[in-house]
C-alpha cells in the first residue's frame, strides 16, 4: 500500500539557518504530495501541495519539490524563524475522484532557537 | 476552505468514563473525518461519517468503542467510551471532500484519561 516516510526528529536549528525535512514516498501510479504543517496546541493545516511530476509546491517560504524519479518531496526553507517551530506532516493522496483521505507520514517537529 | 471547531479543547477523565467530542463546520460539508493521534505518532484515521448513513469505520476502531453521530451536514460528535489510559491522544477532525488529499483540521481535543 501507499506510505510516507520522513526524516525522524527533532530538528533543531538556530534562527536563519536552512531548513531540509526529508520525505520519500511509495504509492501506486502519480498521487499528489502535501506537506502539513502542526503548530503547538493547533490541528494540522496544509502549508503547500504538488500535485504533478517536477511541480513545486510553495508557502511561506517554504518550497518542496515533487520529484518523481526520487520519489521525493522534501521540505526546505531559506531561513527559519522561532515562530516555525512546529511539526510538519508529508502526506500523498491518489489523484483518483473520491479519494480523499491521505496517507501521513509520522511528523517531523522543527525546534528553531533565537 | 473551512473553520472547525471543537469541543472540548481538552479534558482529563477517569478510566470507565465515556466522553463525548464535538466537531462544528461552518459550511456544509458531505463527508466528515476523526483522527487520534497519540503523543510523538502520527496520524490515525478512526471512521469516516457521512451524514445521514452509518460511519465506516478504519480497521482496529469499532462503533462500540467508537460511537459517532452525524445529525445534519455540519456537526458531528465522537464518543470515547469506557476509557482507559490508553486511549490518551488528541482527537481530530476534519473535512475535505472537494480535491484528494487537502483536508481542513479542527484544533484537536487533547484527552487525558487517568
Known amino acids: 500500500g501507499d506510505s510516507v516516510t520522513q526524516m525522524e526528529g527533532p530538528v533543531t536549528l538556530s534562527e536563519e539557518a536552512f531548513l531540509t525535512i526529508n520525505c520519500t514516498y511509495t504509492a501506486t501510479g502519480y498521487p499528489s504530495l502535501f506537506w502539513y504543517v502542526q503548530y503547538p496546541g493547533e490541528g494540522l493545516q496544509l502549508l503547500l501541495k504538488a500535485t504533478k511530476a517536477d511541480d513545486k509546491g510553495s508557502n511561506k517560504g517554504f518550497e518542496a519539490t515533487y520529484r518523481k524519479e526520487t520519489t521525493s518531496f522534501h521540505l526546505e526553507k531559506g531561513s527559519v524563524q522561532v515562530s516555525d517551530s512546529a511539526v510538519y506532516f508529508c502526506a500523498l493522496s491518489p489523484n483518483v475522484r473520491g479519494s480523499y483521505i491521505p496517507t501521513f507520514g509520522r511528523g517531523t517537529s522543527l525546534i528553531v532557537h533565537p | 476552505s473551512a473553520v472547525i471547531s471543537q469541543k472540548p479543547s481538552r479534558d482529563i477523565c477517569q478510566r470507565g468514563t465515556s466522553l463525548t467530542i464535538q466537531c462544528q463546520v461552518d459550511s456544509q460539508v458531505t463527508m466528515m473525518f476523526w483522527y487520534r493521534q497519540q503523543p510523538g505518532q502520527s496520524l490515525t484515521l478512526i471512521a469516516t461519517?457521512?451524514?445521514?448513513?452509518?460511519?465506516?469505520?478504519e480497521s482496529g476502531f469499532v462503533i462500540d468503542k467508537f460511537p459517532i453521530s452525524r445529525p445534519n451536514l455540519t456537526f458531528s460528535t465522537l464518543t470515547v467510551s469506557n476509557m482507559s489510559p490508553e486511549d490518551s491522544s488528541i482527537y481530530l477532525c476534519?473535512?475535505?471532500?472537494?480535491?484528494?488529499?487537502?483536508?481542513?483540521f479542527g484544533p484537536g481535543t487533547r484527552l487525558t484519561v487517568l
Open positions: 476534519s473535512v475535505g471532500d472537494t480535491s484528494p488529499g487537502e483536508q481542513f
Open positions: 461519517a457521512n451524514q445521514g448513513s452509518e460511519a465506516t469505520y
